[in-house]
């Protein structure tokens, strides 16, 4: 609010409708340009008053009522919201209860007639002496919005960059603005939405009006910036010359002074305490919270520092008969609010003051008028102790002159119509309060729904990651097994083709035409090597070698066998057999009777290689000879024993 009350440092509009109306389809307005020099008149109409508004930006826009600028209160809170930044909405013939515009420029002293443009340039006059209430909508605060300025769209296979892009270039523009901020030195909260790249808005709530904040509307590319005025619950209204009401002031002088301001109805306004300041700067702070007509104390006398206060408002005092108790202060504040002991004393002073007054108070507030401003009547009668006739008498006779304060005061409401004002206003609160929740919501669910998209597409990629880790462990897998197969496969070969090599030699060992064998391999005959010798081992010889006629075997260990196992090695007809080790009994008479060579195998020198053997034939034919000779001795000696039992047998059966 301003204290300014005569010079102007900008250009004021007085408006008044000229003829038609604001819910017809073509009004045109009456318009007073006053500067405090000059006056400038013109005939708009209400489109052409918007332009030149918007154009001009005005100090002020001035008139009787200010419904003549908007049909209802909604076209009138769009009207305020539309208003450039700097220009207010003025009412120069009240708030909610407006007087005659006559009875207003006549109070003040302003030229007056009872037609569109003299009427339009009262309004301008009075506006420019600050008369008259603010008509606002909105707060001191101001919301600065930072969003895309496209859609991310759906689908393509670049939605990701550009998506990421469009953030970034938010969170950029984000950045530079709470720099901005920063510089100016404004008080601000920030509230930001995160997301892909970057931010999908930003919300700056400022403690300014949008012409202090160095910022500007814009929307360019990727990026929208809006600037709003945070709305209030519903019109209200604002002095343009501030109004100082009746107070009672209660001090508590100390090193911590401590002050309290009460209203004329009882209620506690403020409190102060402090260790530092002095009393100058709490005199300064009483007179930014109203008009003092008592100073009171809580002790007995009164000391001096409240009485120099006192004295220095010109207003009345008040002290207990004896000091407060502290119990009985603590009684009177209990429904207070204060933050230390020196508070509550201060409140309790002041508290004592309005209730030995209350009834003179009551008694002040039946006889002024209800058009007559109580509060001045109050303090003169308390603070000069006048009486209330007096008082009123001598204003009444001051008829049409400027009283102390620059501005009317509204009578009165009823019970009832504080009662309808105060559910109007319930109602519109609900109602924003109802958009701000359905905005809310739809944020929600937008939000909700790009959860949903996010979290399908998350689940797509994470069923589609799950399956390509499946199908990357079957190939593993599959690999692991194929890498064994690949293995196995190159050992069965390497077996095979060695096995293959000793079969070959073999072969060429075991043919009688040595003529494509090496020559150093002449006179040398393969050796076919039976592990144990039992029938297992035997078959494992044939199915590996192929035993055969006239093939030589060899035993690498001949203990064990019986007469089956000799049997099954003689149906092979070796050539020969090279025991290691003693045969038993029975499979050296069964080799013997099938006249299969058996000979040791310290006779013949083999060679192996791997499963593959070799002996020189010289010495297997030695060997079959030594077998031959003791052959023919171990049969001379079967005869000769055969012999000799036949003679004990046939010397048995002679009689006696």
């Not at 100016?184 to 202090?212: I, M």
């Not at 009551?362 to 009668?381: F, N, Y």
């Amino acid at each position: 609010m301003s204290n300014r009350t005569t010079a102007l440092d900008a250009v004021i509009f007085g408006v008044d409708i000229q003829s038609g109306d604001v819910r017809g389809d073509a009004p045109s307005y009456a318009v007073v340009t006053f500067d405090g020099d000059h006056i400038e008149r013109d005939v708009v109409s209400y489109r052409k008053l918007r332009r030149r508004i918007d154009s001009e930006r005005p100090a002020m826009v001035a008139t009787d009522n200010m419904y003549e600028l908007a049909e209802d209160k909604s076209s009138l809170v769009h009207l305020l919201g539309s208003l450039p930044d700097g220009t207010r909405l003025v009412q120069v013939t009240g708030a909610e209860e407006p007087e005659p515009l006559s009875r207003v420029a006549s109070r003040h002293g302003v030229p007056y007639a009872k037609e569109p443009m003299a009427e339009a340039e009262a309004a301008a006059r009075l506006a420019a002496a600050n008369v008259g209430q603010e008509v606002t909508a909105f707060t001191d605060t101001t919301e600065v919005k930072v969003s895309r300025g496209r859609s991310t769209g759906s689908g393509g296979w670049s939605e990701d960059r550009y998506t990421r892009r469009i953030h970034g270039s938010v969170r950029r523009r984000t950045r530079e603005i709470e720099s901005t901020l920063d510089d100016a030195a404004l008080d601000y909260e920030r509230d930001a939405t995160e997301k892909y790249g970057g931010f999908s808005n930003a919300v700056f709530t400022v403690d300014a009006r949008p012409e202090n904040i160095p910022v500007s509307a814009e929307r360019s590319g990727d990026i929208r910036v809006e600037i709003e005025r945070v709305r209030r619950d519903g019109i209200e209204f604002r002095p343009l010359a501030k109004r100082r009401d009746p107070i009672i002031v209660g001090i508590d002088p100390g090193t911590t002074t401590a002050a309290a301001t009460v209203g004329l109805e009882g209620e506690v306004l403020d409190t102060l305490s402090t260790r530092t300041a002095d009393m100058a700067a709490i005199i300064e702070w009483i007179i930014e919270r109203g008009r003092p007509i008592i100073v009171a104390a809580d002790v007995t006398p009164m000391p001096e520092t409240v009485e120099k206060v006192r004295r220095s408002f010109d207003a009345a005092g008040w002290k207990p008969n004896r000091d407060l108790p502290i119990d009985a202060k603590k009684h009177r504040t209990r429904e207070t609010g204060y933050d230390n002991d020196h508070e509550r004393d201060a409140t309790a002073a002041a508290l004592g003051a309005f209730d030995a007054h209350s009834d003179q108070f009551d008694r002040i507030a039946a006889k002024v008028p209800p058009r007559q401003d109580l509060g001045t009547v109050v303090a003169r009668v308390v603070a000069n102790e006048e009486s209330v006739e007096t008082v009123l008498a001598d204003l009444t006779d001051d008829n049409g002159e400027k009283q102390e304060e620059s501005e009317h005061v509204e009578r009165e409401l009823t019970e009832e119509e504080r009662r309808i004002r105060q559910l109007e206003t319930q109602v519109e609160r609900l109602q924003r309060h109802v958009e701000t929740l359905e905005t809310t919501v739809n944020e929600k669910d937008e939000r909700i729904e790009e959860l949903e998209d996010e979290l399908s597409t998350e689940r797509k990629q994470e069923r589609r990651e799950a399956r390509e880790r499946r199908e990357v462990t079957r190939l593993e897998r599959e690999s692991r097994r194929l890498e064994r197969e690949r293995d196995e496969a190159y050992e069965t070969v390497e077996s095979l083709e060695n096995k293959l090599e000793r079969l070959k030699a073999l072969w060429k060992l075991d043919h009688s035409n040595f003529a494509d064998v090496a020559e150093k391999k002449a006179g040398l005959v393969p050796v076919k090597v039976v592990e144990q010798f039992t029938r297992d081992g035997i078959n494992n010889a044939h199915e590996q070698f192929g035993l055969a006629e006239d093939d030589v075997v060899m035993l690498r260990d001949a203990s064990g066998a019986g007469r089956s196992t000799a049997d099954l090695l003689a149906e092979f007809e070796p050539k020969i057999v090279l025991r290691n080790g003693d045969l038993s009994d029975m499979a050296d008479r069964v080799l013997f009777d099938h006249e299969i060579p058996v000979a040791p195998v310290d006779l013949v020198t083999i060679q192996e290689v791997d499963e593959l053997a070799v002996a020189r034939e010289s010495e297997v034919e030695d060997a079959i000879i030594d077998w031959q000779e003791r052959a023919e001795e171990r049969q001379r000696q079967q005869s000769a024993e055969m012999v000799d039992r036949l003679i004990s047998e046939h010397r048995a059966d002679r009689p006696g």
